[in-house]
């Protein structure tokens, strides 16, 4: 069953009198229980797509075309106030990038929480700390962190947190912006673990995983796709991308990995000359032409269609027209 549904999703920002187009004419669907990795470089448009999926706009980002659907709700279509009550938290929730901005850094947890589920539901405060401590505890969190302030915790409890105090109500889709960009390893582990068990218990049905670290996606995404200058290029298995990887971008981020995997090792570390377009002026044709080894002149004046090579493996490349 389709849980997210955008068609045609169109998100600006608008700075004076230009148009940065960080998401671009962008559908994308996500069945229930999937995990989606969004990968790209940055400044591809992969938060600003993350916010625009769940309606969270603010100028001057503005949506100017498309539609999106959550669990059967046409959100581009509700007002901020329904959005409020009815969607953020319940249907789709978001963890941000900056876990230390997520939360307010003079309130401590528990009173962050209790702000939080009071715009939502008819409960008094004891009830709600009775609710977060037993969510906390079902994902292996210490209750006693509900007492504390956030610069107490270490980073990598603080993004723990985030992601239980975001799921307390049990969002059927969960949206995780580069959550594990800035911790180490063995934390990043700890929190991937936390995603997975989220999901296994029900308390999420989906989650779209944004990051530029395509062996962190490996780890948890069942879907990767891949956005290039406000486009998304290619979409498929994980497997798939990473094994096979069809757009010419995604090879040049996959082969820039560094892996033990002797199948990825065989080929040489890819360099990937030149830098991302301006997203106000973006080039003609296909966005990635002036940097691809394989680009035609076909590729500088005529944008590719999105092709459907294999089941569930899409492409946007002249490469693979017929």
């Known amino acids: ?9 169109k998100a600006y920002y608008e700075v004076g009198k230009r148009f940065v187009k960080a998401v671009d004419d962008v559908s994308i669907e996500l069945e229930k229980g999937i995990v989606l990795g969004l990968a790209g470089e940055s400044g591809c448009g ?7 999926l769940m309606m969270n706009i603010k100028p001057p980002l503005r949506l100017i075309n498309g539609s999106i659907e959550i669990n059967g709700i046409l959100i581009t279509k509700v007002d901020k106030e329904f959005l409020k009550k009815n969607v953020w938290g319940k249907l789709v929730a ?4 900056s876990s230390l901005n997520a939360l307010m850094p003079t309130m401590k947890i528990k009173d962050f929480v209790i702000d939080i589920i009071k715009q939502h539901e008819e409960l008094d405060e004891s009830e709600i700390v009775l609710k977060a401590e037993k969510s906390f505890e079902e994902l292996g969190l210490p209750v006693d962190v509900l007492n504390l302030y956030p610069h107490e915790l270490s980073g990598g409890m603080r993004q723990r947190v985030t992601i239980a105090i975001a799921t307390l109500l049990n969002p059927r889709l969960l949206i995780a912006d580069e959550v594990t960009s800035a911790l180490d390893v063995s934390t990043q582990k700890q ?3 936390m995603l997975l068990n989220l999901k296994e218990k029900g308390r999420i049905n989906s989650i779209i995983f944004v990051s530029h670290d395509i062996a962190v996606l490996r780890q948890i995404a069942d879907m990767i796709a891949i956005m290039y200058a406000g486009k998304i290029v290619e979409l498929g298995s994980t497997e798939e991308i990473i094994f096979n990887p069809l757009h010419p971008y995604t090879a040049a981020l996959v082969n820039s990995v560094v892996t033990p995997e002797p199948e ?3 080929r040489d570390l890819a360099f990937l000359p030149g830098e991302p377009p ?7 044709g296909c966005r990635f032409h002036p940097r691809c080894p394989y680009a035609t002149d076909k590729c500088k004046k005529e944008e590719p269609l999105s092709l459907t090579i294999s089941s569930n493996h899409l492409v946007s490349c002249h490469l693979y027209e017929t």
């Open 46 to 52: 992969k938060s600003t797509l993350a916010n625009t």
């Open 278 to 284: 301006d997203l106000s002026n973006p080039p003609p």
């Open 191 to 193: 929190v991937l673990k």
């Open 264 to 266: 990825i090792k065989k």
């Open 1 to 9: 069953m389709t849980l997210l549904k955008a068609r045609g999703v």
């Open 94 to 97: 978001l963890i941000p990038q």
